[in-house]
């Protein structure tokens, strides 16, 4: 850091040094034309911060650092601001105000001209005075402080900065432009400089302020709260060293869990219905319209209860082999085998004008997919066409299958 501040101020220096005569010419007439001198030298040194425009289309002039500089390094008693208060800069501008209508009273032009470059000089010193404040305010709000270690430096830089911003508040409620505008007349240059310039400087001015005391309640609340969790934090390291067999009890076996582990949201909200709420009324009527009652045969029930009859006998043999469903169903996945390509069982079904029922010859199909082996399932991939039951939530209808190879 320290060696980038000695460039910049290296390259500061050398830049005074070598373009001195465009230094001194700006603090002596009070201004240069640019158009004079060399536009990148003008430009290198409006970079450096050595001049500045105060208005589009005015000319250069010293800035108030700059300045200050040579005043205080030459003394010069002319240019050389005693008090940087702006009551005293105020009176100096009203006073400088009165000396150039006294010479244009008396028609002492050549004095006038003189006293308005003057009060010119005083006002853009001002301005360029204040901005170069609120500008080095804004500096130290954009570093959050970082020339300061601690965060309790940090707090007392933050509001050492409120109170400076409060005086520089208070100090422009010093301007009134009542009292200016009446000071100006009809003049066209008072009322330029001012008026329309010291009017709208302490607008922009007052508008950063705002912004900026903002900005300084928010880092202090910020620091406050980086404070607090540290001081937090320190005491339970005194704590723990006090008390190095201190364990934390495991929150899961408390009966209250305290806030800072209990953020996860609940999977469902606690819900009740309220019958005397009158907007739910029509929801309430059409939840007991798809109502089903059903009705149980108590003496039917009591018949089945009963001891039934029953013979152990040998069960007749089934010759499944002969069975045409299970064939036509070896058939159709032989057929997909075959072809290699997925084929619909419905469409199966209709080329060969089967003559099983629809509904029985797709719950075959499934029925053969499921008598298979693990490993035989393994060769085939069957999908379901069909859609939700419209009434009943997770009943699903199935129309269709459609039989393929992996």
Same mark, same amino acid.
Request: proline share 2%.
């Given at each position: 850091?320290?060696?980038?501040?000695?460039?910049?101020?290296?390259?500061?220096?050398?830049?005074?040094?070598?373009?001195?005569?465009?230094?001194?010419?700006?603090?002596?007439?009070?201004?240069?034309?640019?158009?004079?001198?060399?536009?990148?030298?003008?430009?290198?040194?409006?970079?450096?911060?050595? *001049? #500045? @425009?105060?208005?589009?289309? &005015?000319?250069?002039?010293?800035? /108030?650092?700059?300045?200050?500089?040579? =005043? %205080?390094? +030459?003394?010069?008693?002319?240019?050389?601001?005693?008090?940087?208060?702006?009551?005293?800069?105020?009176?100096?501008?009203?006073?400088?105000?009165?000396?150039?209508?006294?010479?244009?009273?008396?028609?002492?032009?050549?004095?006038?001209?003189?006293?308005?470059?003057?009060?010119?000089?005083?006002?853009?010193?001002?301005?360029?005075?204040?901005?170069?404040?609120?500008?080095? *305010? #804004? @500096?130290?709000?954009?570093? &959050?402080?970082?020339?300061?270690? /601690?965060?309790?430096?940090?707090?007392? =830089? %933050?509001? +050492?900065?409120?109170?400076?911003?409060?005086?520089?508040?208070?100090?422009?409620?010093?301007?009134?432009?009542?009292?200016?505008?009446?000071?100006?007349?009809?003049?066209?240059?008072?009322?330029?400089?001012?008026?329309?310039?010291?009017?709208?400087?302490?607008?922009?001015?007052?508008?950063?302020?705002?912004?900026?005391?903002?900005?300084?309640?928010?880092?202090?609340?910020?620091?406050?709260?980086?404070?607090?969790?540290?001081?937090?934090?320190?005491?339970?390291?005194?704590?723990?060293?006090?008390?190095?067999?201190?364990?934390?009890?495991?929150?899961?076996?408390?009966?209250?869990?305290?806030?800072?582990?209990?953020?996860?949201?609940?999977?469902?909200?606690?819900?009740?219905?309220?019958?005397?709420?009158?907007?739910?009324?029509?929801?309430?009527?059409?939840?007991?319209?798809?109502?089903?009652?059903?009705?149980?045969?108590?003496?039917?029930?009591?018949?089945?209860?009963?001891?039934?009859?029953?013979?152990?006998?040998?069960?007749?043999?089934?010759?499944?082999?002969?069975?045409?469903?299970?064939?036509?169903?070896?058939?159709?996945?032989?057929?997909?085998?075959?072809?290699?390509?997925?084929?619909?069982?419905?469409?199966?079904?209709?080329?060969?004008?089967?003559?099983?029922?629809?509904?029985?010859?797709?719950?075959?199909?499934?029925?053969?997919?499921?008598?298979?082996?693990?490993?035989?399932?393994?060769?085939?991939?069957?999908?379901?066409?069909?859609?939700?039951?419209?009434?009943?939530?997770?009943?699903?209808?199935?129309?269709?299958?459609?039989?393929?190879?992996?």
């Amino acid at each position: 850091m320290s060696s980038q501040l000695e460039r910049a101020g290296f390259t500061l220096l050398r830049a005074l040094s070598k373009h001195a005569d465009i230094v001194m010419q700006a603090y002596l007439s009070g201004h240069i034309n640019d158009l004079e001198y060399d536009s990148n030298v003008i430009e290198k040194l409006i970079e450096l911060g050595v *001049l #500045w @425009r105060p208005e589009p289309g &005015e000319d250069l002039r010293l800035r /108030s650092t700059v300045r200050a500089l040579l =005043e %205080n390094s +030459l003394r010069d008693e002319r240019n050389r601001q005693l008090d940087t208060n702006i009551g005293t800069k105020l009176a100096a501008i009203k006073t400088v105000t009165n000396h150039y209508k006294e010479s244009l009273h008396h028609k002492a032009y050549g004095d006038a001209e003189v006293y308005l470059e003057d009060l010119a000089e005083q006002v853009y010193t001002l301005v360029d005075s204040l901005k170069s404040s609120v500008r080095n *305010l #804004w @500096r130290r709000i954009h570093n &959050e402080f970082g020339y300061v270690a /601690s965060i309790s430096a940090k707090i007392r =830089e %933050n509001e +050492l900065a409120q109170s400076q911003l409060t005086q520089m508040r208070q100090q422009l409620e010093m301007f009134q432009f009542d009292e200016l505008s009446k000071l100006a007349g009809s003049s066209r240059e008072l009322r330029r400089l001012l008026v329309v310039q010291l009017q709208r400087s302490h607008s922009e001015i007052s508008q950063e302020l705002s912004l900026a005391q903002a900005k300084l309640i928010d880092l202090l609340g910020k620091f406050r709260e980086y404070l607090h969790r540290s001081q937090l934090l320190k005491g339970f390291v005194l704590h723990q060293q006090q008390k190095p067999d201190y364990k934390v009890k495991d929150y899961s076996e408390q009966a209250k869990i305290p806030g800072l582990f209990n953020q996860a949201k609940a999977i469902m909200q606690p819900a009740s219905i309220d019958v005397n709420n009158v907007e739910h009324e029509l929801v309430y009527v059409d939840l007991v319209a798809h109502l089903k009652q059903v009705r149980h045969n108590q003496s039917l029930n009591q018949k089945l209860r009963q001891g039934q009859e029953f013979s152990l006998e040998d069960i007749e043999s089934i010759d499944i082999e002969s069975d045409g469903l299970k064939e036509a169903v070896e058939s159709y996945f032989c057929q997909v085998i075959d072809s290699g390509q997925p084929m619909s069982a419905l469409e199966y079904h209709r080329q060969l004008s089967l003559d099983f029922d629809r509904e029985v010859w797709v719950y075959g199909v499934i029925n053969g997919f499921g008598g298979l082996n693990q490993d035989e399932q393994e060769f085939f991939e069957i999908g379901m066409e069909g859609h939700p039951h419209p009434t009943f939530d997770g009943n699903f209808i199935i129309e269709d299958v459609e039989l393929g190879l992996r």
